[in-house]
């Protein structure tokens, strides 16, 4: 199957609390994230429980042939500034390490684009650690521009 098949064989959906392992599993494969993700437990399930329950949170996966092989977190941030427009912030994507490559991040990205369509959004927007250099190329063949310098302050 070509590059293009297998991307085009995928379908996304609201994440279900069944998936919620997998998509852990998917955040914490690899060194930056592992860490800081943990193992699946009570607190995945607690934050799961805060996005279904938000109008304004959305977790999406990526499947194929019936497995979960992506996710992101889609954020609807309405606001003051930029004449009230409203931000898609994009967040925790991954695709499953054995389809990087083929497409599939590119289809989960123009999902969530739509999706912020849909929603009214005036601009998407992300992070991504510094340590992933091969994520700022995907994002930068998207469009998207390193337009500023994010700030984290644990609390």
Not at 63 to 68: I, N, Q, S
């Amino acid at each position: 199957m070509s590059t293009a098949d297998t991307a085009s064989l995928v379908t996304f959906r609201q994440a279900r609390r069944a998936d919620l392992a997998r998509i852990v599993a998917l955040i914490a494969d690899d060194a930056v994230a592992a860490g800081r993700t943990g193992t699946f437990g009570p607190a995945h399930v607690a934050g799961f429980e805060a996005i279904e329950a938000s109008p304004n949170d959305e977790l999406v996966v990526a499947e194929l042939d019936g497995e979960v092989v992506g996710v992101m977190q889609l954020t609807f941030i309405p606001g003051i500034a930029r004449n009230g427009a409203t931000r898609l912030h994009v967040e925790a994507v991954r695709v499953d390490a054995r389809l990087r490559g083929q497409g599939v991040g590119r289809r989960l990205m123009e999902h969530a684009h739509a999706r912020g369509r849909e929603r009214g959004c005036a601009l998407a927007q992300l992070t991504s650690d510094k340590q992933r250099p091969e994520a700022h190329r995907f994002y930068r063949s998207l469009g998207y521009a390193q337009s500023h310098e994010g700030f984290k302050l644990a609390l």
